[in-house]
């Protein structure tokens, strides 16, 4: 304990001197003679405690001010991520693992700070979790670089070829930075041989991360004066390209899976493809001799999966001109078997397709309070225009709803104060009450399935929600 | 001719004289006749039946009346089988069910007319065309291969009658062997419990051969679970319309040879416990052969439908902490894990039939054989594992030849089994074996557990050996009732009539599912067995 008392300041006073020495002796930074890209230099990694010091990022300021980004991380899980995999739940997944072909480095791909390339991190960073470096990019080239007086003269895009710092300004980067992770990759696939080992489900909503996150910064619109690219419908802004950008990389990675298809790593058909909850339900019946997917009818033979419902269930909401990105793919992922490559080139068309999203989006214009009022209008009565026998499908469909509204109203708010009151607040609630997963079957246990749900139920919630929040949007 | 015999004509000639007059009498048109197909859909040698129905064998099996007690039949059968099961037996409604509410859902959910398609029919009513030829299965070809007035009748477990009808109504017919019996008069040995366990077996767990499969098609449409299939729980409770030999004097007055020649039946001995043994390896048997069957028919790489996969491995709500990951994984976690039917009851037997007395496992006795097979069940049993977990939804070209090896083990099995006694010391000894088993098996899944209490309970009251113990009593009735928070049920239904329709008892059978926690099982098996020892 000591130690760690006395570690930090001694360490903080170290990187201060150096930080003074080098600041007294600035020099223009030294153009290297080609750009290497960051994977082949591939940088090392630097770890928190380089980045700690209390001159720099460990300043006593209040949270989101800049230099105060240590003190609000030390509250970030992603801090945490190691410590996970030092848990005892962490050694029963493994336990469960024993003779598959799933080993221990997967695992440290995202409960660490990314190693890029193949130099592996260093022990003593582990215990970092994801660190800085893990959003912000390794930094043994940008550390000394990025406090020199030249280094804001830099762009975004020439401190990350040049210096491996990653853009995390760019809303669209930030994204795909957070989905290596939180959504994966060909190789960081939380696939459902380790999610039946232990590990929980991923389903990642940008807004509703960014705002659960202890920020250690804060947006150009929350800055005095604005920042620089300040866009005051920024969660509306952050949820649409947090959408396209999330099922971008879902896609890819189902390209990845059906690429690999029957590798010992990647078992096919891929279950995570498809929603939990379709097949993870106590077999009951909803109003004592139905079910309500019995009630609901099926689209195809009974008892067929859903595929995507989490990343494709938002694409109507984004109401984006062009064909549906998403149309081929779920056809073809339909069937339990679906053949690997048709699945593959669906998949290509509709990455096409979302890249097309993308640019409309990056082009459009930020919106107005009136706007946001009437996209949160249309999303409200659209989800109630639709057939109950179709909408909203399974709680996948359900909660993206729900947070599509959520964001759209975080933005009103920041646009227009006035709409953003304590009661509405309430009604949000009531909207969450149908989602939510209950307390377990057992003292201290809970459910990690929304046990309770059913289309209906958050149907008249939204009813309910529609009279109180917005009248006139009910059909 | 003896005055004796010469009842038995009178008898004879009355019952025949019935048979033939009352199918005319009923309603004209011959209410024993397969309702009316379309023209040319009906089969050849379905049409030329003429003595296929209930009601043929209501003539006689209605009451035990003066006379025939008189004659002595009731010596033999209780003769008021018909009754029994009119009344009381849920057969009755097995097509009608196809009729009620949830059959029309699940034909609006499936695109099909229930009672027309051949698939529903396999079990919902009689397959007559492949009840002519017993032991040549095959799938219903047609609607007009069926007859269904009558629900699952008599004949869909006892064998078409148009053959054996007429020489059944003579007592002589009591000296034709089983075998014969099947071979030249298509009439099936439901005496012998393994020939009983693969009729029952074939609805209640399913014969791909014979059509009868719920696919998970069905399931999701609305098809109740099938209840773990315990085959003499099953005829406890259907209710039995038949008396234990042991209960019968007829069978006191056979010497020892006959009574197992010709009815299978070890004087003295309790039957249920030998039905118990040999159906829970039938069952098991079933189930492989099943599973073989369509495995084969997939080497083109087609995956096997969903519903020969467990159920319980996908359909369960999330939960943390659960038991479920603490039971360990056979493989991957997360691979589908085939349906094999419980099998803990299976491993009960397997131990009470290779723990026999010291001495009886001799070269060349069934315990020997028993014990060798006892020990192969889990390295057979992986490979099947195995075969399906080399990727989701297994490798049918792996899994056919695995579950056709299971197969022929639980047939060599069932064979070992039925050479062993089951006396009253021995029915005994399976009911402590069956509590250990449940004693020490953690995790188990719920219609494993279910099947080894049905199991226990049947024991219990058909076994005049197992002695009743009021502390047993109390932790059965802890476990099991009506109420929403005891996981199980003892008998299958009320016994009083008319028998409650599936869909009405569906809810709760469900509900006690999903709350059923193996630990308190397991706990209450602890203090079971603990008490069955204070008494030993």
Known sequence: ??????????????????????????????APRHAPSPEAAAPRVVGVAGCAAAGCHNDQRPAGSPGSEYGAWVHDPHGRAYETVQSAKYRAILDRLAGSAYAEDLCLKCHATPA?????????????????EGCHGPAEKWRTAHYQGWWKGLDSERKWREYGLYPTKDLARRVEQCAECHVGTADKDVNHDLIAAGHPRLAFEYTAYHHLLPRHWREPHEQTPPGPGARRDFDTFAWAVGQVVTAKAAVELLAARAGQANQPTHPWPEFAEYGCYACHHDLKLDDGHQSWRQKRGFAGTPGEWPWGTWVRSASEALAWSGPDPFADLEKRMRPPMPPPGPVRAAARQALDRLDGWLKQLRSAQPLSAAEVRDRLNAAVARGLSRDPAQWPRDWDEATQHYLSLAALYTALGDLDPSAATPQRRVLFAELRRPLAYPAGPAPRTRFDSPVDFTPEQYRQALQRFAREFAPGTAP | MTPRTRRAWTLTAALLAAAVALPLAADGVGRGQPTPAPAGDRPEEVQKLTKVGFVHCEACHREPSQGYREQKIT????????????????????????????GQQMGRLLGVDVTRDVSCLACHAVNLSQELTPGSPRPGRSTGDFYWNDGVSCEACHGVAEKWLAPHFDKSWRTVPPGEKLAKYGERDMRDPASRAERCAACHAGNAAEGKFVTHAMYAAGHPPLPPLEVMTFSRDQPKHYNDPRDLPYFASLDADTAWRLFHYRKGECSPARQVAIGAAVT????????????????DGRMLDFAHFDCAACHHELASPSWRPTRGYATTPGRPLPFTGPTALLRAVLRYASEAAPGADAPGSPVRSLKLLAGEFDVKLAALLKAFSARPFGDPAAVAPAARDLAAWSDAVAKGLDALPYGDAQSARLLRVIAAVAQHSA????????????????????????????????????????????????????????????AETLPGRLRRAAAYQPESFRQAFGRIAAALKAGE
Do not use: N
């Open chain 1, 116 to 132: 890029p390339g193949s130099s592996p991190l260093p022990r003593e960073l582990l215990a970092d979790g994801v660190g800085c």
């Open chain 1, 1 to 30: 304990v000591k130690l760690r008392v006395f570690g930090l300041p001694l360490l903080a006073a170290v990187y201060l001197a150096a930080a003074v020495a080098v600041r007294l002796g600035a020099q223009p930074p030294a």
């Open chain 2, 75 to 102: 010596d033999f059968i209780r003769l008021d089988e018909a009754t029994t099961w009119r009344q009381h037996d849920l057969h009755t409604k097995a097509f009608m069910a196809l009729k009620e509410p949830l």
């Open chain 2, 443 to 502: 995790g188990l899944g719920y219609d494993d557990a279910q099947q080894l209490l049905w199991a226990f309970d049947v024991l219990r009251s058909e076994c005049p050996g197992v002695r009743a113990k009021p502390e047993v009593t109390a932790e059965l009735q802890k476990l099991t009732g009506p109420e929403p928070d005891k996981p199980f049920v003892l008998r299958l239904r009320p016994p009083d009539p008319p028998p409650t329709p599936v």
């Open chain 2, 284 to 299: 098991f048997r079933e189930a492989m052969r099943t599973l073989a069957h369509a495995a084969a028919a997939r080497s």
